[in-house]
């Protein structure tokens, strides 16, 4: 049965978020630890040259994502990569923009749909398209489709699932997460459910949406949201469910989550919250024809999407040393795990979150290409100061070609405290987080780039605001100016 999740009232608590936050207040300095400065010096080592696979042993990168084409990129500013650097995926394509997966990669075929080689790293800020030509022009080694399946710390060499074994010097592990999937009794398996989390994954997903009628989406999380979004674009009969009473639960609160679901359901998506799965059923032909609810109702589907969330990919690398309580890799501030030599970024890093003083493992593309950068800059130069992440999280929907009206909100801070909501999501609204007089976190719809720049100015300094003053805001953009004159006061 698809378990019923509670209810989070606040990040400072326990969470996952589809590009989320999992964090924890640590009662033992143990897990913060700062390891001994040596621990970032290059380790040395004398092999024979015809014992490994790769030619590049210096550095390794194991993981195919953001983290590792952000890292890739830092080590070719460094001068560090032409002949050093090894990246070994499991996947089949160049590091590439994740987050495109379940918002632009799913647009239909005449709506202008994002592929590869568009979104390769790093355009999803700015920066050059590191195509697979472009590794090979910084001479940066690339294995694909091979995930590791074995670590040697004593000897520093990885095996691969081909039995190639490789040579590292200073490891970085930036392998992300993994879809959390239905079991197989249940039907997680059958042919017409889906997960995404590749592009292999999406063009599957892709394959379905272009036969379908009838889409049931499982989880009201940003993948609900996202793919119920996409589903719309390609006409079809989309139904949400999901045990919780409202979308995206462990962030918005009840009356932001009521807009959003009633702009849904104006696109013709049906929800059915609170809701629990028994298991889905197959046809005659063996493909998914139904969602049988806990209640015994069943709803109809011809393609079932389970976005339930995510688990850290740490096998097989258990070894190094994990965080029990926010799952993941457990590293210090500088990214660097209990074993000398090896760093974890990204979705599967447990580090520090400074500014709050808790332990947390973050979900999201920002913290995979910060992290990243911030590891590799530690590791090649004399940078010694801790990482220092604001949480931030946003979706972007709605965004095809002629759609009547596009969704983008970002969130910065954390939803802890009490709550003022202002605006009439016309099509801008407004989330503040107030707590001991403190702002502690801002989410903003359709802002434009001057008021979503306000944002991280104001949940990273948590100036003592007017609350009072603050709801009787008559805009949005009033209410963001009374924000930004609370920066002033000392």
Not at 86 to 97: F, G, M, R, T
Not at 116 to 123: A, K, N, Y
Not at 198 to 218: F, P
Not at 428 to 448: C, P, Q, R
Request: charged content about 20%.
């Amino acid at each position: 049965m698809y378990p019923a999740r509670k209810a989070m009232a606040s990040l400072s608590n326990s969470l996952q978020l589809k590009h989320g936050l999992t964090s924890w207040c640590p009662g033992s300095s143990a897990l913060t630890r700062r390891l001994p400065s040596s621990s970032i010096r290059f380790r040395s080592f004398v092999v024979a040259a015809s014992s490994f696979s790769n030619d590049n042993r210096e550095f390794m990168i194991v993981g195919g994502g953001n983290a590792a084409g952000y890292a890739a990129r830092t080590f070719v500013e460094h001068g560090m990569a032409d002949g050093k650097l090894c990246i070994v995926s499991k996947e089949a394509y160049a590091p590439y923009e994740r987050p495109a997966l379940t918002k632009g990669y799913l647009f239909p075929l005449d709506k202008k749909p994002a592929r590869l080689p568009g979104f390769h790293t790093c355009v999803g800020s700015g920066g050059e398209r590191q195509t697979p030509e472009w590794y090979k022009e910084k001479g940066i080694e690339m294995i694909y489709e091979d995930p590791v399946t074995g670590i040697d710390t004593e000897k520093q060499t990885l095996t691969t699932n081909s039995g190639k074994l490789l040579k590292y010097g200073s490891l970085i592990i930036a392998t992300g997460c993994t879809a959390s999937r239905f079991p197989d009794k249940i039907g997680g398996n059958f042919p017409g459910v889906h997960y995404i989390r590749d592009v292999a994954d999406a063009d599957s997903l892709i394959s379905s949406l272009e036969k379908a009628q009838k889409v049931v989406i499982v989880g009201g999380g940003y993948i609900g949201m996202e793919v119920a979004a996409a589903a719309v674009a390609w006409k079809l009969d989309t139904s949400i469910i999901f045990p919780e009473n409202q979308l995206l639960q462990r962030l918005f609160t009840p009356s932001l989550a009521q807009r959003y679901e009633e702009l849904y359901k104006e696109y013709g998506v049906k929800f059915l919250k609170g809701a629990s799965i028994k298991n889905l059923e197959a046809g005659p032909d063996g493909r998914v024809a139904a969602v049988k609810l806990g209640d015994g109702s069943t709803v109809e589907a011809d393609m079932v999407v389970i976005g339930i969330g995510a688990k850290p990919a740490v096998s097989p690398f258990e070894v190094v040393g994990l965080n029990n309580t926010v799952g993941g890799i457990q590293v210090d501030g500088l990214f660097r795990t209990s074993v000398p030599g090896i760093f974890a970024v990204g979705d599967v890093a447990a580090f520090p979150l400074k500014m709050y003083d808790r332990v947390a493992r973050v979900e999201h593309v920002d913290h995979a290409r910060r992290s990243a950068q911030h590891c590799v800059k530690s590791l090649l130069s004399a940078q010694t100061h801790t990482y220092d992440y604001l949480p931030y999280f946003y979706s972007r929907v709605f965004e095809y070609e002629g759609s009547p009206r596009k969704v983008w909100w970002q969130f910065f801070g954390d939803n802890v405290g009490e709550t003022v909501e202002i605006g009439n999501f016309d099509p801008k609204i407004a989330t503040f987080w107030i707590d001991s007089g403190k702002l502690k976190g801002v989410l903003l719809e359709s802002g434009n780039a001057e008021e979503f720049k306000l944002l991280p100015e104001l949940a990273r300094n948590q100036p003592s605001i007017d609350k009072a003053k603050l709801e009787k805001a008559s805009s949005v953009e009033e209410a963001l100016e009374i924000a930004k004159a609370s920066l002033q006061i000392v």
